[in-house]
């Protein structure tokens, strides 16, 4: 996902109760498929260990983010279908919050409803307004496979749920209406064509 709204002082608070005690190893950025590749629609597998493997795809994930630069990350979109996110809401002057949500699961929802604009590193250069529930409640594993629950709003529910959608095959444009969701792959796939020539 990429960067739309910095978080509140609030919301980095919440940030601290799933954040990774160490950063990642530099790793090597991967490379971030993009719309139409059908891989973005498979339903992603949980992850039953974390072991030297996931760490390692994890600590390319977090290169790949930020590289892009993004602030979300989900698996799938390096072509890895495990449940795996990497996140980081931080400012650009501001240290890094590097988070990794292994096996998210959204508990709870919100009958409130907010509009974010959001964008995605498997659509480039598309933003649009989407409308989610204010707050959720997440359950997921950390890296050193401890189970936490984050009461979640403003940006970071809104990123939550957006990288979530990607290990269900869901893509953000999903929540637009049919027409403007249709013109969008329509104009993706005529790109992808050419690029292939």
């Given at each position: 996902?990429?960067?739309?709204e ?10 601290t ?9 530099r ?7 993009k719309?139409?590749?059908p891989?973005l629609r ?7 260990e974390?072991?030297?493997?996931i ?16 602030i ?5 979109q ?24 292994i ?26 307004e989407?409308?989610r ?10 890296l ?17 749920q957006h ?8 893509l ?10 249709d013109?969008i ?10 690029a292939?020539?």
């Amino acid at each position: 996902m990429h960067k739309v709204e910095a978080p509140t002082a609030a919301l980095r608070v919440a940030l601290t109760v799933f954040r990774l005690a160490l950063t990642p190893p530099r790793m090597a950025p991967r490379e971030i498929i993009k719309l139409p590749d059908p891989r973005l629609r498979l339903v992603s597998q949980p992850v039953s260990e974390v072991d030297e493997g996931i760490r390692s795809l994890v600590a390319d994930m977090f290169e790949t983010m930020y590289a892009a630069p993004g602030i979300g990350l989900a698996a799938i979109q390096v072509g890895v279908p495990r449940r795996i996110v990497t996140l980081d809401l931080a400012k650009k002057d501001e240290p890094k919050t590097p988070q990794v949500v292994i096996n998210p699961e959204i508990l709870w929802s919100s009958e409130e409803r907010g509009i974010y604009e959001e964008g995605c590193l498997s659509i480039p250069e598309l933003y649009e307004e989407v409308e989610r529930p204010a707050q959720v409640k997440v359950r997921f594993t950390d890296l050193n496979g401890t189970i936490h629950e984050v009461d979640a709003n403003g940006l970071l529910a809104t990123c939550l749920q957006h990288e979530i959608d990607h290990l269900n095959g869901v893509l953000f444009i999903d929540h637009l209406s049919k027409l403007k969701r249709d013109r969008i792959i329509k104009k993706f796939t005529k790109a992808a064509k050419r690029a292939e020539v």
